[in-house]
């Protein structure tokens, strides 16, 4: 089945301690993307990647990373968590090269909570 | 830059009852892609339909159906004879025709469907 999974699914976590949250995508795309989602504000970009090895600065990027060393895998690290950081994360991905207007595939979502 | 418009911000409705929800864009953009995608209570995002500017044809899927008006930058979406389960927020998406690709999320709009 066509799917981006994300993990964990629902995190707790305290202010300072390094997290990563996975996205994988088995449908060969080229481009993922991470959104946050907070009351209010809809959902906004933090990163996005074109390809392998090769990311870039979304909307929100503070306080983020993220890596492509493998097309499938497109982890987001939080090298020192703080509250504000408290939000609906969602991965997505989408095979933009062929159509910029595909389907962008999203992920089922982690909720991050920082004490 | 481009930016959406859901005007609604909740919608009541009794189930059986049609009703449509609207969306206004901005767009400098003279090709551009627009995306509506619903988020059950549950969390995840559901893909509904994309369009691009290309193509006026108005688009029906089973109860759904998509107005797109590129001469007042409007897209909406009408839902006939609703049911209890459509409840949801639903997001209209321009797509942002740069690098970043990203989708333009508004607040969305939340409809309740009442039994």
């Known amino acids: 089945e066509a799917q981006v999974t994300q993990n964990p699914r629902y995190l707790i976590t305290v202010t300072g301690k390094k997290l990563t949250v996975t996205c994988s995508q088995n449908?060969?795309?080229?481009?993922m993307s991470w959104y946050r989602q907070d009351p209010g504000l809809g959902l906004r970009q933090i990163y996005y990647?074109?390809?392998?090895?090769?990311?870039d600065k979304g909307d929100v990027p503070e306080g983020y990373k993220v890596s492509r060393k493998e097309k499938r895998n497109f982890p987001l690290i939080l090298e020192s968590p703080s509250p504000n950081q408290t939000s609906l994360y969602f991965c997505?991905?989408?095979?933009?090269?062929?159509?910029?207007?595909?389907?962008?595939?999203f992920g089922p979502g982690t909720r991050l909570t920082v004490l | 830059a481009q930016k959406v418009t859901q005007a609604q911000t909740e919608i009541s409705v009794v189930e059986k009852e049609d009703v449509t929800l609207d969306c206004v864009y901005e767009?400098?953009?003279?090709?551009?892609?627009l995306f509506w995608y619903k988020q059950p209570p549950s969390g995840e995002l559901v893909f509904l339909i994309r369009?691009?500017?290309?193509?006026?044809q108005n688009e029906i899927s089973g109860r759904y159906s998509w107005n797109f008006q590129k001469s007042t930058s409007s897209f909406n979406f009408t839902i006939t004879a609703s049911q209890v389960v459509d409840s949801a927020v639903y997001f209209c998406?321009?797509?942002?025709?740069?690098?970043?690709?990203?989708?333009?999320f508004g607040s969305g709009t939340r409809l309740l469907v009442r039994p």
């Open positions: 449908m060969n795309h080229e481009y």
């Open positions: 990647s074109m390809n392998v090895e090769v990311t």
């Open positions: 997505a991905s989408s095979l933009l090269m062929r159509d910029p207007g595909n389907e962008q595939f």
């Open positions: 767009t400098r953009d003279t090709t551009y892609y």
């Open positions: 369009r691009n500017s290309f193509d006026e």
């Open positions: 998406a321009p797509l942002r025709m740069d690098s970043s690709y990203k989708l333009i």
